[in-house]
């Protein structure tokens, strides 16, 4: 009988299969993808995302951008929608922000509360989470997105990372976590690329690479998506060019060796007209946001526009625009 390593078929003496036996295979692993919305990876839970990516698909994916653009935040809301819908375990290695910090971008978002006034406590404040809506008290809301939280957050482990968690450390973590929840698939989350140890002496554009390398194979071992956010240079941003792949700099191992490449990047259009419409009182804290997709295997590279809000640390996607394979390496 054959058996399965990774993603091909071999035979008793560990050859590949005939392929007239691995089509089978595929077949139906296809045929299942209609009980999975038609996704091959997990569900991100953007309907537009999962459109042009069949869902987080085994192996690595890279979101990088500037400092500031809301990474962690769409890493986070992407963590939870998947725990949530995907009902998968999720593991996130946190070598920047607390826990803490963590929980307050998701009970901002599920509370729709100023994360200000979710890390202030319990308050009298009085807010609107929408305009029209009802006032309500602030921390009330809190209170109330805690049980919505509890829902999917026990398919979910945060790891406050340090100098100790190097890729063995987080292949090690990763299989106990699918080992005791006993499951096929599960999300892995690495925040950011830059600040993992290693022990090797590399320079830091052959130490990125070298990560890539066995976070994709770690995917690939797990048969799971493997996240990785990556900060990159300010130099394109600030010249507000629309994002190719010379964003990822001189680090030629981040676009190439991963599955999916993505760069966020500040509409100041979009923005700027969302601060007009705001006033003192009741400042407009929308930022026009669009994802990049500017590698993506099996589809052609896509951007997805979005609205940032930073106050509730939520993204809602808007549109998508497909891109010509070409876009990738000219910048405007």
């Known amino acids: ?59 690595l994916t890279v979101i990088a951008g500037p400092p500031g653009c809301g990474k962690t935040t769409f890493a ?9 819908i995907a009902g998968v375990p999720v593991l996130y290695f946190s070598f920047e922000q607390s826990a803490d910090e963590l929980r307050v971008m998701s009970l901002a978002r599920l509370s729709r509360v100023n994360n200000r006034e979710v890390v202030r406590g ?26 919505k939280y509890k829902l999917f957050a026990r398919r979910m482990r945060i790891v406050e990372a340090g100098r100790h968690e190097t890729i063995d ?9 699918r080992q005791i929840d006993d499951a096929e698939r599960m999300l892995i989350v690495v925040d950011h690329l ?74 100041p259009t979009t923005t700027t007209q969302f601060r007009n419409q705001g006033t003192i009182e009741v400042p407009d804290f929308r930022r026009g946001m669009s994802l990049y997709i500017l590698k993506n295997r099996l589809a052609d590279p896509v951007h997805v526009k979005m609205i940032y809000r930073p106050d509730l640390c939520s993204f809602t996607e808007a549109d998508r625009t497909v891109l010509s394979y070409t876009d990738g390496f000219v910048s405007e």
């Open 194 to 267: 830059q600040a993992i140890p290693c022990d090797l002496p590399l320079a830091p554009e052959d130490r990125e690479a070298q990560h890539c390398s066995e976070l994709r194979r770690l995917g690939r071992d797990l048969k799971s998506p493997v996240v990785a956010l990556s900060s990159e240079r300010l130099e394109g941003y600030f010249q507000n060019r629309r994002p190719n792949f010379e964003a990822f700099g001189d680090r030629d191992g981040l676009p190439y060796s991963a599955d999916i490449a993505a760069y966020f990047w500040t509409n």
């Open 122 to 147: 319990p308050s009298n404040d009085i807010h609107a989470p929408y305009p029209g809506a009802p006032i309500v008290k602030a921390w009330d809301e809190v209170q109330k997105a805690v049980p």
């Open 76 to 84: 986070k809301q992407l963590s939870d929608q998947v725990a949530e």
């Open 1 to 59: 009988m054959a058996e399965s390593f990774g993603d091909q078929q071999h035979d008793a003496m560990g050859l590949p299969s005939p392929e007239a036996d691995a089509i089978d295979a595929q077949i139906t692993s296809l045929s299942q993808r209609q009980t999975n919305r038609g996704l091959r990876g997990l569900d991100s839970g953007f309907r537009l995302f999962n459109k042009v990516t069949g869902g987080l698909p085994t192996g």
């Open 169 to 177: 450390k987080v292949r090690e973590v990763a299989e106990k976590v």
